[in-house]
């Protein structure tokens, strides 16, 4: 069984740019999640999809930070634009339901200078 | 707001040892609880979940317990190896949302 796909694995850009990810989720599984994980922190989540409908987007900053999962399948996260603050691991996980065992990606490594 | 907190921060311990990592939460309404490996660079691999209504898990060398009315669960590693170093979390699954502590680091020295 595949794993949690994610692309790109690093991304480098300047503050006030914008960037994307993207997340192809573990085949069957219903809800996946983004995270944030500073360095020396634990993963702090940004948004949760459920199929195709965001379950809990509480800590996603609205005004920079943007995510679809439009067939509740494969999604994107964007940000736009960046700041210094951003540079981050964002690790994307899929479980088959909201309670159930999260499985996640690599993570993308962003550096914002 | 759910907090959880692991300790210690960073761990050492030869070749062989038996170790316990510490996890605690401050809302014991929790769905589940899952502790989580993560190496330098990676992304994390799940190691053991443990349903509200149990009280332990086991796989291989490792065993998890889980104590809700306490707001603790324990990762006992067995038998400790070089391969077993890397960073441990525990992530406190309340149903809306998943809670991640900041992880032990932990370096088995051959």
């Known amino acids: 069984e595949a794993g949690v796909a994610q692309s790109p694995r690093y991304k480098i850009i300047e503050k006030r740019q914008s960037v994307a990810f993207w997340c192809n989720p573990i085949?069957?599984?219903?809800?996946l999640y983004w995270y944030q994980q500073i360095l020396g922190q634990g993963p702090k989540l940004l948004i949760q999809f459920q199929n195709n409908g965001v379950v809990d987007d509480s800590q996603l900053p609205k005004d920079r930070f943007s995510a679809e999962r439009l067939k509740g399948v494969d999604s994107t996260l964007k940000i736009q634009p960046a700041k210094l603050e951003d540079s981050a691991v964002y690790l994307c996980?899929?479980?088959?339901?909201?309670?159930?065992?999260?499985?996640f990606g690599p993570g993308t490594r962003l550096t914002v200078t | 707001k759910q907090e959880v907190t692991q300790i210690p921060a960073a761990l050492s311990v030869p070749e062989g040892e038996n170790l316990v990592l510490n996890c605690s939460f401050t809302?014991?309404?929790?769905?589940?609880l899952q502790w989580f490996r993560q190496d330098p660079g990676k992304g994390l691999t799940s190691l053991l979940l443990?349903?509200?209504?149990?009280r332990e898990q086991t796989s291989g060398r490792l065993n998890a317990s889980l104590d809700k009315s306490s707001g603790r669960s324990t990762l006992y590693i067995a038998a400790s190896q070089p391969g077993d170093s890397a960073t441990y979390l525990c992530?406190?699954?309340?149903?809306?949302?998943?809670?991640f502590g900041t992880g032990t680091s932990l370096t088995v020295i051959p």
């Open positions: 085949s069957g599984h219903a809800t």
């Open positions: 992530a406190a699954d309340t149903g809306n949302q998943f809670y």
């Open positions: 443990i349903q509200s209504s149990q």
């Open positions: 996980a899929s479980s088959k339901g909201a309670v159930s065992e999260q499985y």
């Open positions: 809302d014991s309404a929790i769905y589940n």
